[in-house]
């Protein structure tokens, strides 16, 4: 099993399919040389790109080969010049990273612990983009006796 992304004019990620496996040509029409230039016939006016549902962040998940940067997701651009699917930025003041990751430009709270650590408490920090920074909504603290997160008051 392969996905495939369709691509408009203006690079712009439209649709994600799940198609044929891209080394399974045994039913790929003689005409096509690929199964992207086949699905590509499907869509009038689009481009077809396989994608890797198992690469994010330029790393595969499964300690594969990771494939144009990202797996295409709908309203994220592909980057033609570096053959990468790019995630749609989630704020203006969010650069792109060597990974073809958005990164904030101030780095997440160290204490946040993300990691879920029931020895630390949790934090969840959003982000503002108005202040360009991130902001604590709330604290948890882990519950021993009833294995739970609690808010803390």
């Given amino acids: 099993m392969a996905h495939y992304a369709f691509i408009n004019e203006d690079n712009i990620v439209v649709e ?4 044929i496996d891209e080394d399974d040509t045994s039913t790929l029409p003689e005409e096509y040389d690929s199964w992207e230039e086949f699905y ?3 869509r009038d006016g689009l481009t ?6 198992n690469t994010r962040g330029n790393q595969h998940l499964f300690d594969g080969t990771a494939y144009r940067g990202n797996y295409a997701t709908i309203d994220g651009t592909y980057d033609a010049e570096n053959d990468v699917f790019i995630d749609p930025q989630p704020y203006p003041s969010w ?24 020895s630390f408490p949790h934090k969840l920090y959003v982000w503002n983009e108005d ?13 021993s006796e ?4 609690e808010i803390v008051e």
């Fill in 16 to 19: 994600v399919i799940t198609g």
């Fill in 40 to 42: 590509e016939t499907m």
């Fill in 48 to 53: 077809c790109k396989r994608t890797s549902y």
């Fill in 95 to 118: 650069i792109i990273n060597s990974n073809w990751q958005w990164e904030a430009p101030v780095p997440h709270p160290s204490d946040a612990n993300v990691e879920m650590d029931t």
């Fill in 131 to 143: 202040d360009v920074n991130w902001v604590l909504v709330e604290t948890y603290e882990y519950n």
């Fill in 146 to 149: 009833t294995e739970l997160w």
